[in-house]
């Protein structure tokens, strides 16, 4: 398994700022995944962060609006940036670990925008 | 378009009852099947099915998968308070190792 940190758990932001959600794994992983959870809705891909490379967005998501870093094994960024109301949500990070490589999830942060 | 659909959308029941979560998939090239328990934000693992008919149990809880009708179901019994929370269901996406794509949940109310 594997122990994820994010931070910061929740923030109140404002219209047209950005925000930076940190993530922290106890153990080097190859692959981390960024996840957004609207209200009510399901987990959505944002990208896929691998260290040494530019991260993979899924469809319906920009580098622009949600620029990502991956500077080592255990540790990336995302930013929310030139935020709306549209962008509060749940953001979650999470690894490929474990016997079957299945995905384990940090504690997510919680971000409402005003 | 690859899909992950469960069902029902929400449920209420009562301590002691058995509930039966349904997930069913359209997925090329499958590979593997999770059923994840979220209570507030992070989900937590419950179960990885790769193989058909192979039952995974942990204690109260249960899942096994059908590869020919795509579907698995997540069976609770003697449900707790405790079991209250979001199920979801998570089907790895083709062509992307350890990518899935989730479902939209159940959300569970065990009453006491």
């Known amino acids: 398994s594997a122990v994820i940190s994010q931070k910061p758990s929740r923030d109140i932001c404002q219209r047209g700022t950005s925000l930076t959600i940190q993530c922290q794994v106890d153990s080097q992983v190859t692959m981390m995944f960024w996840y957004r959870q609207q209200p009510g809705q399901s987990l959505t891909l944002i990208a896929t962060?691998?260290?040494?490379?530019?991260?993979?967005?899924e469809s319906g998501f920009v580098i622009d609006k949600f620029p990502i870093s991956r500077p080592n094994l255990t540790f990336s960024t995302l930013t929310v940036s030139n935020m709306s109301p549209e962008d509060s949500s749940i953001y979650l990070c999470?690894?490929?670990?474990?016997?079957?490589?299945?995905?384990?999830f940090g504690p997510g942060t919680r971000l409402t925008v005003l | 378009e690859d899909k992950v659909v469960q069902s029902p959308l929400s449920l209420v029941v009562h301590e002691g009852d058995t509930v039966t979560l349904n997930c069913s998939y359209e997925?090329?090239?499958?590979?593997?099947l999770l059923w994840y328990k979220q209570e507030k934000k992070a989900p937590t693992f419950l179960f990885m099915l790769t193989s058909s008919g192979i039952e995974k149990k942990s204690g109260r809880l249960s899942s096994i998968l059908d590869k020919k009708e795509l579907f698995s179901i997540l069976n609770i019994t003697a449900t707790q308070t405790g079991d209250s929370a979001v199920y979801l269901c998570a089907v790895e996406a083709p062509g992307e190792t350890y990518k899935y794509i989730f479902g939209t949940g159940t959300r569970l109310k065990v009453l006491a």
């Open positions: 997925v090329t090239n499958f590979r593997s």
């Open positions: 962060a691998n260290q040494g490379s530019e991260a993979t967005y």
């Open positions: 999470s690894v490929a670990a474990g016997s079957y490589n299945e995905q384990f």
